[in-house]
């Protein structure tokens, strides 16, 4: 069973196996037609496509102090009828991938995760380090049966939004946001309407999660890089602009063998969206 990472050499082994599933994430932040543009170009052989929007997000309430973020997270029902059918059971391995580093893809793997499947794994590296290898892409969609996965325990852990606010008086668990550091100081804010951060929030690029070939760092190297932010991994908030990022640091900790954080959901995109919530600028 793969539960954080797999190769693509490893993945290559099984692109014909009827009991995995591959699931391209690819997307744009700018451009929501662009994943799915580049899905009928060309993808991995028997993949099919996963889309941040319409599938791994639920529907977003309407602007305002009610708003609960550009990605809420799908209603649990939903999800699970959604992975039924791209035919994932509850014994399927499932591969997510993007060409993002796995920008998108380890928002798949958190949510299986959610739902209580361990069998997920992001493609290392992504299509840049599956085309290095020549592999190829190709153009045929793959067609599944329906599959049979139930909601078990939950493997990921979240906050609400009542419970970061709380949380502003009392500081016993730190948040860590994965956004650049100049969008978390409050400059060249581009997608949310206010620039700034949560008080009291420490910053943690996702993209230095990564290698310079944009496969993700080794274990070690990833703990200690994480161990400055909190003091034990089950303190930890993680958030970046809508609860995407943060699942790829929640990744990184896994592989880093740090267990127990929490993903707040509404993250930046719907902390800003009330005035009278507080907001910190600079570093």
Same mark, same amino acid.
């Not at 929007?53 to 708003?67: E, H, M, N, T, V």
């Not at 649990?76 to 039924?84: M, P, S």
């Not at 809508?242 to 993903?263: D, F, K, P, Q, R």
């Given at each position: ?51 941040? &929007? ?7 309430? $309407?602007? %305002?102090?009610? @708003?609960?973020? #550009?990605?809420?997270?799908?209603? +649990? ?12 059971? &509850? ?7 993007? $060409?993002? %580093?796995?920008? @998108?893809?380890? #928002?798949?793997?958190?949510?299986? +995760? ?29 067609? #599944? ?139």
């Amino acid at each position: 069973m793969h539960t954080t990472l797999i190769t693509a050499a490893d993945l290559a082994q099984h692109l014909t196996d009827p009991a995995w599933v591959i699931l391209d994430c690819r997307h744009d932040l700018m451009n929501p037609d662009a994943g799915r543009d580049g899905f009928a170009i060309g993808h991995i052989q028997n993949a099919q496509f996963a889309s941040i &929007d319409d599938d791994l997000s639920g529907p977003k309430a $309407a602007a %305002g102090a009610q @708003f609960t973020g #550009r990605h809420p997270l799908p209603e +649990r029902g939903a999800l699970i009828e959604t992975l039924r059918s791209w035919g994932i059971s &509850d014994s399927t391995q499932v591969v997510a991938y993007d $060409a993002h %580093g796995g920008m @998108f893809a380890a #928002r798949l793997w958190w949510l299986l +995760r959610w739902v209580g499947h361990p069998a997920v794994a992001v493609l290392d590296g992504g299509l840049a380090a599956w085309q290095s290898q020549g592999l190829p892409l190709v153009t045929p969609v793959a067609q #599944r049966a329906r599959g049979h996965i139930t909601e078990r325990p939950s493997l990921a852990h979240t906050v609400t939004l009542a419970d970061v606010v709380e949380n502003l008086g009392t500081q016993r668990r730190t948040v860590v946001d994965a956004r650049a550091a100049d969008r978390f100081r409050g400059e060249n804010e581009t997608i949310d309407p206010v620039g700034g951060h949560i008080p009291g929030a420490r910053n943690r690029f996702f993209k230095d999660n990564l290698l310079p070939d944009g496969r993700f760092k080794p274990g070690p190297q990833l703990k200690q890089e994480f161990a400055p932010l909190f003091s034990n991994a089950p303190t930890a908030i993680m958030q970046c602009g809508s609860g995407v990022t943060a699942c790829h640091n929640l990744l990184a900790m896994e592989i880093a063998g740090l267990h127990g954080a929490s993903l707040y959901p509404g993250s930046w995109s719907e902390w800003c969206a009330n005035p009278a919530r507080p907001v910190a600028t600079g570093a």
